[in-house]
């Protein structure tokens, strides 16, 4: 059974600059998702995810755009600007943890309250343009919600339900419940794609022997961190491929530059980087010296040079 590798959506760090060099250097992800469309408070959808859809930022293989809503009305505001770009799918988030979303019904704070992601969904589907994904987490406070919802969620056509096996509460500390990820295997008839900590080709062979009837699979932290995590586990690789440093050099050349052509804010662009690297530092530079040339750097001059002298 062929498994399908899909690269999670994390806001300020997998958007369309990050995806789109992704794509020209990184390869083997068979889906790409969008972080979050959100609405402000004025009933206007906030500006940045709004702008990291349209299609002309999306040059590559398409992406399922995401939003969050925690009523009809708010959903169907940004499914119909999705469906006017001319997408056919949305991903519904039903698992940001921050306590601000989630007190809202938003995210993950809506999962203990079952009769009220059905409504929505009694509301929204028969009206809706778009088919509809949902990814989730297993509950707000603890991780039992997802034994309800699995099996309501039944009865609707959805095209996917991702889990990440936390709960919201949890925010991302802590294990993954994996054990309670068996337990949603039987209850769902929707494809079913696991998420959360998949980090190395170990940990991804693991998984598989422990869910034997999932073939899908979400990769977010680690995506950034070694963005070659996707090409090692289908080829069953513990290894980096052989050119990894020339090939990650270009990565980060077009990284920055897909950020330099929408701002000139040097110093946010400088800073951005900053919060990259610390998640290559974890990844796929974690037994180099190359992190602790980078904290040395200050601005994006220096960074210029830095890079010219990667590989
Ligand atoms: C900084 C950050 C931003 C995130 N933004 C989103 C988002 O916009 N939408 C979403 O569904 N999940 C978001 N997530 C959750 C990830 O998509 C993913 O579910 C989570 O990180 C667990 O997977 P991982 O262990 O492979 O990282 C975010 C996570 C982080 C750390």
Known sequence: MRDFLNLAPLQSFTDHHFR?????????????Y????KMNNDGTIKEG???????????FEPVIPQLMACCPADFFIMADYIADLGYTEVNWNL??????VAKRDLGSGILNKPEKITHILDEVLPKTKLQV????????????DILKILPELNAYPLTEIIVHARYGKQLYQGECDRHQFTNCIPLTNHRLTYNGDIRSVAEFRTLKTMFPEVNHWMIG????????LFEMIQEDSEELPEDWR??????????LENHLSESDNQGNIFLKTKHYWEYFHAGVLKETGDYRRFKKLK?????????????
């Open 34 to 37: 969008a972080p979050y469309l």
């Open 95 to 100: 698992g940001c943890p921050y306590p601000m």
């Open 20 to 32: 789109n060099a992704f794509q020209e250097f990184m390869g083997d992800v068979d889906q790409f």
């Open 49 to 59: 995810p709004k702008k990291d859809i349209l299609p002309k930022n999306n040059p």
């Open 221 to 228: 932290r680690e995506a950034i961190g070694n963005p070659f």
């Open 299 to 311: 601005n994006l001059d220096d960074y210029r040079t830095f890079l010219s002298d990667f590989v």
């Open 133 to 144: 994904g949902i990814k989730m987490r297993m509950g707000y406070e603890d991780t039992n």
């Open 246 to 255: 020339s090939v990650f050099e270009s990565f980060l050349v077009q990284l």
